[in-house]
């Protein structure tokens, strides 16, 4: 599976933006698909995931209410919208898929495929 993801750019704070993350190779049925985000020195962290049926959806705490994960089976294609955007949001922005297990949907261990990032800056 190949992932391609974009959207990222600059936005003020308090702004929105989607994310896109476009499958190629094979689709994401019977794949979890996650985002995860890494901000200059620290380490890459968990934002938001969707369970391998796509019956369920995991938030990172520091996004719950503000960010929403979806998925479009048809094109393939799996979202990141994220509303009312702060500066500690800075960060380049990954969106990955695997066979994952629950216990492990919000760990980088449990994905297999990652797309190439995309940065999102929020200014203040």
């Known amino acids: 599976v190949q992932l391609q993801a974009s959207g990222g750019g600059l936005v003020q704070a308090g702004g929105s933006l989607r994310l896109s993350c476009a499958a190629s190779g094979r689709t994401f049925s019977g794949y979890a698909t996650a985002w995860f985000r890494q901000a200059p020195g620290k380490e890459r962290e968990f934002v938001a995931a969707l369970s391998r049926n796509g019956g369920s959806t995991y938030y990172a705490d520091s996004v719950k209410g503000r960010f929403t994960i979806s998925r479009d089976n048809a094109k393939n294609t799996v979202y990141l919208q994220m509303n009312s955007l702060n500066p500690e949001d800075t960060a380049v922005y990954y969106c990955?898929?695997?066979?994952?297990?629950?216990?492990?949907?919000?760990?980088?261990?449990?994905?297999?495929?990652w797309g190439q990032g995309t940065q999102v800056t929020v200014s203040s």
């Open positions: 990955a898929a695997g066979r994952t297990i629950t216990s492990m949907i919000a760990t980088i261990r449990g994905y297999d495929y």
